[in-house]
């Protein structure tokens, strides 16, 4: 009975991760243990690498701490306040896209944010608002006839 104790409070741990590949991931647990052969396992559709320093939390099947699986990798350095019920895709260097209560939000972090490999981008029910500039509504000046260029958008 005291083994069977004993590989149960082994069966989950919490840790941080020292260092994170595509498949694996090496975490500290306890004070001083440090684990590798730990599979690292992410939702469909969801790719992340997260950085050393991350907290891990660990399951090994019956108890045995050669083999382990990390279920999930968080880093609080980089949360997001949110509201309740929001939702956001983030980075460590400021990348955002939030489905927030007043609308979604892209936040570039100060980088291009491009759009590649479509065909067609497709707003419908609204207006694309540039630089203060509607789509919809602006007007041009200095209109001529024939082949003449228009001046800029007010």
Same mark, same amino acid.
């Given at each position: 009975m005291k083994q069977i104790w004993n590989r149960l409070? #082994? #069966?989950?741990?919490?840790?941080?991760?020292? *260092?994170?590949?595509a498949d694996k991931v090496q975490a500290r647990v306890l004070d001083s243990e440090v684990l590798g052969n730990l599979a690292r396992v992410e939702p469909y559709g969801f790719s992340y690498r997260p950085k050393p320093g991350a907290q891990v939390y660990l399951a090994f099947?019956? %108890?045995?701490?050669?083999?382990?699986?990390?279920? *999930? +990798?968080? !880093?609080k350095r980089y949360q997001l306040d949110l509201q309740a019920g929001e939702v956001a895709i983030h980075d460590d260097i400021g990348h955002v896209?939030? *489905? %927030?209560?007043? %609308? +979604?939000? $892209?936040?570039? %972090?100060?980088? !291009? $944010?491009? +759009?590649?490999?479509a065909p067609k981008l497709i707003i419908t029910g609204g207006d694309v608002i540039a630089d203060g500039i509607s789509l919809k509504t602006h007007r041009h000046g200095n209109v001529q006839n024939g082949g003449g260029q228009t001046g800029n958008p007010v």
């Open positions: 409070q #082994l #069966l989950f741990a919490h840790g941080v991760a020292t *260092l994170v590949g099947p019956a %108890g045995d701490r050669s083999y382990g699986v990390a279920l *999930l +990798i968080g !880093d896209v939030k *489905l %927030g209560r007043t %609308g +979604i939000s $892209i936040d570039g %972090g100060g980088h !291009d $944010i491009a +759009i590649s490999n």
